[in-house]
């Protein structure tokens, strides 16, 4: 079973090729979501030591950074084996 989790955004660390694919457009379209209904879906994140490496959830985390927020609702997952 997952558990929701509050984290500090500055502690999830979106990997570079992931970042790639943030389209600015959708990210103002979830935030507008955001602020009429609150978040709906935690993003998803794996430990990797101190931080949280991010696994699923650009836009909804770069709509609560646009929102000012300073945590974000994730839900922990286990590394998946390349």
Do not use: N, W
Not at 15 to 40: C, F, H, N, Y
Request: charged share 25%; with cysteine.
């Amino acid at each position: 079973m997952m558990k929701r989790q509050i984290l500090a955004i500055q502690d999830v660390y979106v990997p570079v090729q992931r970042r790639q694919t943030l389209d600015p457009q959708k990210v103002e379209a979830l935030a507008e979501s955001i602020i009429e209904k609150g978040q709906q879906a935690p993003i998803l994140v794996r430990p990797d030591g101190t931080r949280f490496v991010l696994v699923e959830g650009l836009h909804r985390l770069e709509a609560c950074k646009a929102l000012g927020e300073t945590t974000v609702p994730a839900y922990f997952v286990q590394a998946r084996k390349h």
